[in-house]
C-alpha cells in the first residue's frame, strides 16, 4: 500500500516537474553541424606573424600565384599597410631567390639562397606554409604535404605546415 | 470521530472512488499524450528554425567568396556585417581581435560556441538572455584547396536570431495541451459521475427497499432494469421478499385463524354457561339441605362453574384486543377515588396500605383501571405476602399506580413471562385460583391508554427491599380513539 502510494506520489511529481521545467524554449548546448563554410580565394596567400602566430595574408592578384612568386613575396616581408596591422615576418630577405620544385614522391622542396639551418622555427613555418598552400592551390601537391627546405648550408628535415 | 468516520465514509464511498479513478485515469492519459505531443511538437519546430536559419546563413555566405584581401580592414569587415544582417537576424563578423556587427549582440556569445565554431565546424546555440530566446549560428570562412580540403582565413561569422516567434508557438502548443487536459480532466469527472449514478441509483433503491422490508412492508419489490448483477440481485430480493411476504402472510392467517377460534369457542360456551349458572344458583341454595356428599358437590360445581365463566370471560376480552375491537369509555376520573371504590368493594380496603393524595384527576376508562387495580392487589394477596401497598403518584405528563407486596418477589426467570397468557408461574401447581389471563389483561388494559406517542404501560420488576412491584403508567390525557392495535 505504502509502496504503490510512492509510486503513485513520486509518478505525478515527475510529470509535474517535466510539465513545470519543459516548457517553452530552453538554452541548449553547442550543437555542431557540417563543417565551416568554405569558398574559393583570389589572390596570393602569404604566412605572416602576428604576435609570434602564423597569420594567412592575401595579397590581391589577378592570378593564382606559383610557390616561387609566393616564397619571393614572403622574402619581401609585409608591406606598409601590413606592418601597420601588426604583421611581421621573420622570414630574412637573403633567402631570396628561392626556388621550389616537386619531386617524383610529390614532396615539394625549396631551396634557399641564404642558410637554411639558421632560420628560426617561425620563419620556417612560414616558409613550409607559404610554399605548401601556393603549391597546393596551383595543384601541384597534396595538401599537407611534407616540405624540405635546402640551403647552402645544407638540408632541414622535411616538416609538413602545422595550421591544418 | 462521527464526523471523521462520515467524511472518511463519504471519501472512500463508491462514488468518490469512480470519480478519483476515472480523474486519475483521465489525467494520466492526457498528460501522457500531451506532454509526448507537445515535446514532439517543440522539437520538430526548434529543429526547423535552426535548420532554416542554419541553411539561410550558408546560402547567404556563399556570396561572400571570392575573398580577395585578407586580413580585412575595419571597414570591410563593417561592411560585410551590414550585408550578411537582415530582419530576421543580425551578424557578428570576427577576425581575430577585430569585430564588426550589425547591432550589439556580441555578449551573446559564449565561449563554448567559439571554441566548437575555431574547430572548423558550423556550431548553433541556443541562449536565453533579458528573458527571450536566441538562437546563434556561427561557422568560420574557410578557403577551399583543389583537392577538397579547405584552409582556414581567420574570418569567424555568427548569425543572432530572436526565437520569440517559435517560442509563441511552442507557447500556443503549451496552452492547448493545457486546454485539452484540463477539458479531458472534466470529461472525465463527468462520465464518472454518470457511471457512479448508474451505479449507485440501483444500489440506493435496494438500500431503501431493503429498510422498507425490515419496517415491515413485505409487499416492497424493486423495478429489475437490464441484465447486469445489480439486477441479478434486485431479482434475488424480489424473490426473497415474495417468498417472506407469503409466510408471514401463511404465519398470520393460521394465528388469526387461532383467535377466531377462540373467540368463537367462547362466545358459544357464554350461552350454555349462562344456563348453569343459573342452574348452580340454585344449586347453591340447596346445597345446605343437601346431606355429606351432594352437598359438597353440589359447592363445587357451583365454584368450577364460576370460575369457567370467569374463564370464558377473560378469553372473550382477550379476544377482543385481539381483533382490535376493544374501546374506551373515557372519562374525567379522580383516581384515588377510584382505587379507593375499587378496593371498597372487594373488602380489600383494610388489608391494603394506600397512599393516594386526592384531587388527581385523569382521563381515563374506569372500568379498566378498575380491573387492573383488583387485579394487581388480587394477585399481590394470592402470590404474594401481606403488607399490600398502592401508592398514586402523579406529574404533569404521566400517572404512575405501584403495587407491592413484601413476598419472596418475582422469580427473575418467571419475570419476563408474567404478562404471558396462560404463564404458570409454579409448574407443579396446574390449577390455581386465577384464570391465568389477568395479567395479559391488565397489561392489555394498560396499553390501550394512549396519547400520541405516549402509551401506558405495565411493568413488573422487583424491590430491593424484597417483594415484587407492578407499575402502573398512564398519560394523563389519553385520546378518544383508543384502540388496541
Redesign the interface.
Known amino acids: 500500500m505504502i509502496g504503490r502510494r510512492t509510486g503513485q506520489t513520486l ?1 505525478a511529481g515527475g ?1 509535474l516537474l ?2 513545470a521545467t ?22 596570393i ?1 602569404l604566412y605572416l606573424l ?1 604576435q609570434g602566430e602564423l ?6 592578384a589577378k592570378a593564382q600565384g606559383t610557390p616561387d612568386t609566393a616564397l619571393a613575396l614572403l622574402a619581401a616581408g609585409p608591406d606598409q599597410t ?1 606592418r601597420g ?1 601588426g ?1 611581421t615576418s621573420e622570414v630574412p630577405a637573403g633567402i631570396a631567390p628561392v626556388t621550389s620544385e616537386v619531386d617524383q614522391a610529390g614532396d615539394l622542396t625549396v631551396r634557399t639562397a641564404s642558410a637554411a639551418r639558421a632560420l628560426s622555427e617561425n620563419a620556417v613555418n612560414q616558409i613550409v606554409c607559404t610554399a605548401a ?1 601556393a603549391a ?4 601541384l601537391v ?3 604535404a611534407p616540405v624540405t627546405i635546402v640551403g647552402p648550408d645544407g638540408t632541414r628535415p622535411p616538416q609538413p605546415c602545422p ?2 | 470521530m462521527t464526523l471523521w468516520r462520515w467524511v472518511g465514509a463519504r471519501v472512500s464511498g463508491l462514488r468518490v472512488r469512480l470519480v478519483l479513478a476515472f480523474a486519475l485515469l483521465g489525467v ?1 492519459t492526457t ?1 501522457a499524450v500531451a ?1 509526448g505531443s ?2 514532439q511538437a ?1 522539437n520538430v519546430i ?1 529543429q526547423q528554425a ?1 535548420d532554416a536559419a ?1 541553411m539561410s546563413l ?1 546560402d547567404q ?2 556570396k ?8 580585412p580592414t575595419q571597414g570591410e569587415l563593417d561592411l560585410l556585417a551590414q550585408r550578411l544582417s537582415d530582419r530576421e537576424g543580425s551578424v557578428v563578423v570576427i577576425y ?1 581581435d577585430l569585430w564588426a556587427q550589425g547591432s550589439d549582440s556580441l555578449d551573446l556569445l ?1 565561449p ?2 567559439r ?3 575555431g ?10 538572455s533579458e528573458g527571450e ?1 536566441w538562437l546563434l549560428i556561427g ?9 577538397g ?6 574570418l569567424e ?1 555568427y548569425s543572432v536570431r530572436s ?1 520569440v516567434a ?2 509563441q508557438s ?2 500556443r502548443l ?1 496552452t492547448l495541451a493545457w486546454l485539452t487536459g484540463g477539458l479531458s480532466l472534466v470529461l472525465a469527472v463527468l462520465l464518472a459521475l454518470l457511471a457512479a449514478r448508474g451505479v449507485l441509483r440501483p444500489v440506493r433503491d435496494l438500500g431503501r427497499a431493503a429498510r422498507r422490508l425490515g419496517e415491515g412492508d413485505l409487499s416492497t419489490r424493486l423495478t429489475v432494469r437490464g441484465v447486469d448483477e445489480l439486477a441479478d440481485v434486485a431479482r434475488t430480493f424480489n424473490d426473497t421478499a415474495r417468498t417472506l411476504e407469503r409466510q408471514v402472510g401463511e404465519l398470520r392467517r393460521l394465528e388469526s385463524d387461532a383467535r377466531r377460534f377462540v373467540a368463537d369457542v367462547s362466545h358459544e360456551l357464554r350461552t350454555p354457561l349462562a344456563a348453569m349458572t343459573a342452574v348452580t344458583d340454585v344449586l347453591d341454595e340447596e346445597a345446605e339441605h343437601l346431606p355429606g356428599d351432594a352437598g359438597r358437590a353440589a359447592r363445587l360445581v357451583s365454584q368450577e362453574t364460576q370460575n369457567l365463566t370467569q374463564l370464558v370471560n377473560d378469553l372473550i376480552e382477550i379476544s377482543r384486543f385481539d381483533s382490535g375491537t376493544a374501546r374506551l369509555a373515557l372519562d374525567d376520573v379522580d383516581v384515588a377515588a377510584a382505587v379507593t371504590a375499587a378496593l371498597r368493594i372487594r373488602g380489600w380496603l383494610d388489608r391494603v396500605r394506600t397512599e393516594l393524595p386526592p384531587g388527581v384527576v385523569v382521563r381515563l376508562d374506569p372500568r379498566r383501571l378498575d380491573v387492573i387495580v383488583a387485579n394487581l392487589v388480587g394477585n399481590a394477596f394470592r402470590h404474594g405476602a401481606e403488607p399490600v401497598s398502592v401508592r398514586l403518584s402523579a406529574d404533569p405528563d404521566w400517572v404512575t399506580i405501584e403495587v407491592a407486596d413484601q413476598g419472596p418477589g418475582l422469580d427473575p426467570e418467571v419475570l419476563p413471562h408474567v404478562f404471558d397468557r396462560l404463564y404458570k408461574a409454579d409448574t407443579a401447581r396446574t390449577r390455581s385460583e386465577g384464570s391465568g389471563l389477568g395479567l395479559a389483561i391488565s397489561w392489555e388494559n394498560a396499553r390501550l391508554h394512549r396519547d400520541g406517542e405516549r402509551r401506558g404501560s405495565l411493568v413488573a420488576g422487583n424491590r430491593p427491599g424484597g417483594g415484587a412491584v407492578f407499575t402502573l403508567r398512564l398519560p394523563r390525557d389519553t385520546a378518544d380513539a383508543g384502540d388496541a392495535r
Open positions: 509518478l510529470l517535466t510539465l519543459g516548457c517553452g524554449v530552453r538554452p541548449s548546448i553547442v550543437i555542431t553541424g557540417r563543417p565551416a563554410v568554405s569558398g574559393p580565394s583570389q589572390g596567400g602576428r597569420v594567412l595574408v592575401l595579397r590581391p601590413e596591422r604583421l598552400d597546393a592551390q596551383a595543384g597534396v595538401s599537407f595550421i591544418k | 494520466i498528460v506532454s507537445y515535446f517543440r526548434l535552426q542554419v550558408t555566405l556563399t561572400v567568396y571570392p575573398i580577395t584581401q585578407l586580413p581575430r559564449t563554448e560556441l571554441q566548437d565554431v574547430d572548423g565546424r558550423i556550431a548553433w546555440q541556443r541562449v536565453s530566446p561557422t568560420q570562412l574557410r578557403f577551399a584547396r583543389a583537392d580540403s579547405s584552409r582556414p582565413s581567420g561569422v526565437l517559435e517560442q511552442i507557447d503549451a
